[in-house]
């Protein structure tokens, strides 16, 4: 299609979906659903006006799966940065990301191994790539800023936004087991380097850049009138700065970009002497955004809820252009009767028993337990890897095989976990 093609179909499709949110939601169908269909019949399975084949486009796609897991990252730090860190609600999403993910990913090796056929190496790069949750498609059970969220969406938007680091080592290890090109490293590497050194330095180095240039811009607003507007270039500034600087320093990205979206919702207002508050922030009631941003009672609160108001509105568009990419890239599967069996039994029981074995001695109620053992959504940090794990020069046959299992996998948790999401959650509200 040409330019303006393309823009008469964007443009068509935006305006769709603003006036039919609201009814899609009623109906219990999911935006990434419609997404999904959709991309299915602009690729190869129908008008094939787009060919995203996975084998020979894997650097891009790796690339646009990265920007849209930046994003949402960086967005759920900003969410889940109003609960203290002493907050016992933090227990469960670091319980989930970090024990339940490691079994995850040994259930899935297991079943790799003695049930698909797969050599060691490929069974770990499979469990890598399948073990991380998303926290883009998770984003209707994503909490509501405030100190005392809902525990179930907190854990879930935690786990989702942690475990897309912690699967990183896993992948790791499984290209190095295949031997694939730039893995070259032993134990003792992998261990110290890109389990403990990625995982520590990762939410430090966020953590760190989080705080620095959230208190710099507030200060510069409030003692000196400068810094004032521009916070979608802080946004996107934060974010690539904390990416850059993480993986130059061998460490986690994706932790570091959640852990800076943390750390700026936390800065502190610095109250100047004499001042007095102006009222609620965000309400802006009365009062402009220049009076507000440059307050010593206000500018942190306007600062953060401007970075976050700008984040979602991304999210929403990362959304869009990865699940439509998925839909296309859904022909290239070559499907055998194993996927038929692997997905129920990795949603179902895999996912199950690696949350309950992570969360042994938690007490939680049977309800809690059980939305939680469901809510093993799969996404962008699959295709994230799955692309990563092609640009080692995996052989092709596994390539292939990897293609299938990821794809497929995503498509269904799109479509299972999306309808049934707004039934549960309802209920879960009402209880």
Same mark, same amino acid.
């Given at each position: 299609?040409? *330019?303006? /093609?393309? @823009?008469?179909? $964007?443009?068509?499709? =935006? !305006?769709?979906? +603003?006036?039919?949110?609201? &009814?899609?939601?009623?109906?219990?169908?999911?935006?990434?659903?419609?997404?999904?269909?959709?991309?299915?019949?602009?690729?190869?399975?129908?008008?094939?006006?787009?060919?995203?084949?996975?084998?020979?486009?894997?650097?891009?796609?790796?690339?646009?799966?990265?920007?849209?897991?930046?994003?949402?990252?960086?967005?759920?730090?900003?969410?889940?940065?109003?609960?203290?860190?002493?907050?016992?609600?933090?227990?469960?999403?670091?319980? *989930?990301? /970090?024990? @339940?993910?490691? $079994?995850?990913?040994? =259930? !899935?090796?297991? +079943?790799?191994?003695?049930? &698909?056929?797969?050599?060691?190496?490929?069974?770990?790069?499979?469990?890598?790539?399948?073990?991380?949750?998303?926290?883009?498609?998770?984003?209707?059970?994503?909490?509501?800023?405030?100190?005392?969220?809902?525990?179930?969406?907190?854990?879930?938007?935690?786990?989702?936004?942690?475990?897309?680091?912690?699967?990183?080592?896993?992948?790791?290890?499984?290209?190095?087991?295949?031997?694939?090109?730039?893995?070259?490293?032993?134990?003792?590497?992998?261990?110290?380097?890109?389990?403990?050194?990625?995982?520590?330095?990762?939410?430090?180095?966020?953590?760190?850049?989080?705080?620095?240039?959230?208190?710099?811009?507030?200060?510069?607003?409030?003692?000196?009138?400068?810094?004032?507007?521009?916070?979608?270039?802080?946004?996107?500034?934060?974010?690539?700065?904390?990416?850059?600087?993480?993986?130059?320093?061998?460490?986690?990205?994706?932790?570091?970009?959640?852990?800076?979206?943390?750390?700026?919702?936390?800065?502190?207002?610095?109250?100047?002497?004499?001042?007095?508050?102006?009222?609620?922030?965000?309400?802006?009631?009365?009062?402009?955004?220049?009076?507000?941003?440059?307050?010593?009672?206000?500018?942190?609160?306007?600062?953060?809820?401007?970075?976050?108001?700008?984040?979602?509105?991304?999210?929403?568009?990362?959304?869009?252009?990865?699940?439509?990419?998925?839909?296309?890239?859904?022909?290239?599967?070559?499907?055998?009767?194993?996927?038929?069996?692997?997905?129920?039994?990795?949603?179902?029981?895999?996912?199950?028993?690696?949350?309950?074995?992570?969360?042994?001695?938690?007490?939680?109620?049977?309800?809690?337990?059980?939305?939680?053992?469901?809510?093993?959504?799969?996404?962008?940090?699959?295709?994230?890897?799955?692309?990563?794990?092609?640009?080692?020069?995996?052989?092709?046959?596994?390539?292939?095989?990897?293609?299938?299992?990821?794809?497929?996998?995503?498509?269904?948790?799109?479509?299972?976990?999306?309808?049934?999401?707004?039934?549960?959650?309802?209920?879960?509200?009402?209880?």
């Amino acid at each position: 299609m040409t *330019l303006p /093609f393309w @823009s008469l179909f $964007i443009g068509l499709l =935006l !305006i769709i979906m +603003v006036l039919l949110g609201t &009814l899609l939601t009623r109906l219990l169908l999911s935006s990434a659903m419609i997404y999904l269909g959709i991309g299915y019949v602009l690729g190869p399975g129908g008008l094939s006006v787009i060919n995203p084949d996975p084998a020979l486009y894997a650097e891009i796609l790796e690339s646009v799966a990265l920007v849209a897991l930046l994003i949402s990252l960086f967005t759920v730090g900003l969410k889940m940065g109003t609960v203290p860190l002493s907050d016992r609600r933090w227990l469960l999403p670091l319980r *989930l990301a /970090f024990l @339940s993910m490691t $079994i995850t990913v040994g =259930l !899935i090796a297991a +079943v790799g191994v003695w049930g &698909l056929g797969l050599s060691l190496g490929a069974a770990v790069l499979l469990g890598g790539i399948l073990a991380p949750t998303d926290p883009v498609l998770a984003s209707g059970l994503q909490p509501e800023s405030g100190a005392k969220p809902d525990r179930l969406q907190f854990s879930l938007a935690g786990e989702g936004a942690l475990n897309d680091g912690t699967a990183f080592p896993f992948v790791m290890l499984g290209l190095h087991l295949l031997g694939a090109r730039g893995s070259g490293f032993g134990i003792w590497h992998w261990w110290l380097v890109d389990v403990l050194w990625a995982t520590a330095g990762g939410l430090f180095i966020g953590g760190a850049f989080g705080t620095l240039i959230g208190r710099v811009v507030v200060y510069l607003r409030t003692r000196h009138q400068l810094a004032v507007g521009l916070d979608e270039f802080l946004s996107l500034g934060l974010m690539l700065l904390t990416y850059g600087v993480a993986q130059l320093s061998l460490t986690s990205g994706f932790l570091a970009v959640f852990a800076a979206g943390l750390a700026l919702q936390r800065v502190k207002e610095q109250p100047r002497a004499g001042a007095t508050s102006l009222g609620a922030a965000q309400d802006a009631s009365g009062h402009g955004y220049g009076v507000l941003a440059t307050h010593s009672h206000h500018a942190s609160a306007v600062m953060t809820h401007a970075v976050q108001g700008f984040n979602e509105q991304l999210e929403k568009l990362a959304e869009l252009a990865i699940v439509l990419l998925v839909g296309a890239m859904l022909p290239y599967v070559i499907l055998w009767t194993a996927v038929w069996w692997f997905i129920p039994l990795l949603f179902v029981l895999l996912r199950t028993l690696a949350v309950s074995v992570g969360l042994l001695g938690e007490p939680l109620t049977m309800r809690l337990h059980s939305m939680i053992g469901w809510f093993g959504i799969r996404g962008i940090g699959s295709v994230f890897y799955l692309m990563f794990a092609i640009n080692h020069d995996i052989t092709a046959s596994l390539a292939q095989e990897l293609i299938t299992l990821t794809l497929v996998t995503v498509a269904v948790s799109i479509l299972v976990h999306g309808v049934s999401a707004g039934l549960l959650m309802k209920w879960h509200g009402r209880r």
